[in-house]
């Protein structure tokens, strides 16, 4: 009776396949987007011949949209604990803006990584736009306006606002590496509390 080893071989390509993006991710981090061609990351990856990258990839392109699911998977994990518990739009804004600050913190290549994909990569980030990335934040944004918590805005230009102040961090810290990102993240909090809340509200944590 033959031997069904479909199974193995998914697990061998699942795994080479992870490889591949990690190499990738280290290579991009390191060199930046344009110098990160597949030769590189073969090298960085320890295989023979760029032919196995071509094997799991259609191309470059293909490549870095897996590259992109990946880290930005493991932010959606990463923050959907982090704001799991959180119950009020001030509080889910000020776990937004820890959360990403904390996820910059921990996972720098693969921040620089992204980034570098942003800036030098030509064509369109599939199913990541602008508008899908800020998505989370109109939610959180319209919610507090919804309950009268936050003031009158376009939860648009805001949302923009918070993500852009984020996204830079990555840069940031490769100009003041021994930034305190504890203290940044609660500046940050502090900010957009003021910049959202409706008058009458009361900053979060004051007394009756």
Known sequence: ???????????????????????????IAELGYGQSSFARIAERAGLSSTRL????FAGKDE????VIAEVYGEMVVFMSARMR?????AGALAAYIRGVVAFVAT?????????SIFLGHAGEEDGYSDRTAFAPLQEILDAGKRSGLFRA???????????????????????????????????????????TRATQAAPRGAGA
């Not at 990258?53 to 799991?56: C, R």
């Not at 720098?108 to 992204?114: F, I, S």
């Open 53 to 56: 990258i071509s094997y799991h």
């Open 85 to 89: 518990e959180v119950t009020d739009p």
């Open 63 to 66: 490549l870095i949209q897996a």
């Open 153 to 195: 805005f376009d939860s648009f230009v805001m949302a923009a606002t918070v993500q852009r102040s984020l996204d830079g961090l990555p840069f940031l810290l490769r100009t003041a590496p021994e930034l305190d990102l504890d203290a940044y993240a609660e500046e940050l909090v502090t900010i957009f509390e003021l910049a």
């Open 107 to 115: 996972q720098r290549t693969k921040m620089d990584a992204l980034m």
């Open 1 to 27: 009776m033959p031997v069904n080893d479909g199974g193995a071989r998914s697990v061998a390509a699942t795994a080479r396949r992870a490889q591949i993006i990690a190499a990738t991710i280290e290579t």
